[in-house]
């Protein structure tokens, strides 16, 4: 059943509603993802994406596996390597990410608002590269191979993996989930690891700190054996 334009907006409308809240909520951030895992060392962020990650990847290449879903093709070039080390240059100028960004700015971020109209701007600017004559029309340059000359590293996707090799993209997913697991899993034995090191130093403090008292206690019971010591000489 093909729902209608009003159908369609509310549908939109809901849920967009329901993941700004959500994200809006727990806080969750691409940047602060990577940002706080290198500088802060803190991986609340970090192991949320890596949870999305693998669900995405495992429901993304099942639909790919069974023919559903109209997946969309990402060519992986040089030009999107520099294009998103400099994306992930203003992600950190700017704070957020770009759904942090839109969340931040509804609470009332002057420089959240600043960042997403330069985003809309930039946006715009690419558009309008995208379609000259000198920027490599990303469809021409894609064949699924290796093409150096136009400046493509090779396979784009899943799909294209499933195509030329006949095996299911599921499997590739699975690889993919499985090394994003592994990355999971140490970091939870980080910071276990951290947890246990920060248990044992405040033990430490502890004991350093019952030491001291007994230190300041002893002396004054030395004074008073030698008070009782004088005393008992004197009645001699």
Same mark, same amino acid.
């Given at each position: 059943m093909e729902m209608s334009s009003l159908t369609q907006c509310l549908a939109a409308f809901l849920f967009g509603s329901v993941v700004g809240f959500l994200v809006q909520r727990s806080r969750f951030c691409n940047t602060a993802a990577l940002r706080d895992a290198m500088l802060f060392k803190s991986y609340r962020n970090t192991k949320a994406l890596l949870v999305c990650m693998m669900i995405l990847t495992i429901g993304f290449t099942a639909f790919i596996s069974v023919g559903g879903g109209h997946p969309m093709h990402f060519e992986v070039g040089l030009n999107q390597v520099i294009g998103l080390f400099l994306f992930g240059i203003g992600m950190v100028l700017a704070g957020a990410c770009t759904v942090s960004t839109w969340v931040k700015s509804g609470e009332g971020n002057v420089g959240a608002m600043w960042a997403l109209l330069f985003t809309f701007i930039g946006m715009f600017l690419f558009s309008l590269f995208w379609s000259s004559t000198w920027w490599p029309p990303a469809p021409q340059t894609m064949t699924g191979g290796v093409d150096l000359a136009g400046l493509q590293l090779g396979f784009a996707n899943a799909q294209t993996l499933q195509q030329q090799t006949g095996i299911p993209a599921i499997f590739f997913g699975? /690889?993919?989930?499985?090394?994003?697991?592994? /990355? +999971? +899993?140490? /970091?939870?034995?980080? #910071?276990?690891?951290?947890?246990?090191?920060? #248990?044992?130093?405040?033990?430490?403090? #502890?004991?350093?700190?019952?030491?001291?008292?007994? !230190? /300041?206690?002893?002396?004054?019971?030395?004074?008073? %054996? %030698? !008070? %009782?010591?004088?005393? !008992?000489?004197?009645?001699?």
């Open positions: 699975l /690889i993919q989930s499985l090394v994003l697991g592994g /990355i +999971y +899993y140490a /970091i939870v034995r980080k #910071e276990r690891a951290m947890a246990a090191a920060r #248990e044992a130093a405040v033990r430490a403090a #502890e004991q350093t700190a019952k030491t001291a008292s007994a !230190t /300041i206690a002893s002396p004054t019971g030395a004074e008073g %054996d %030698d !008070t %009782d010591t004088l005393a !008992t000489a004197g009645k001699g």
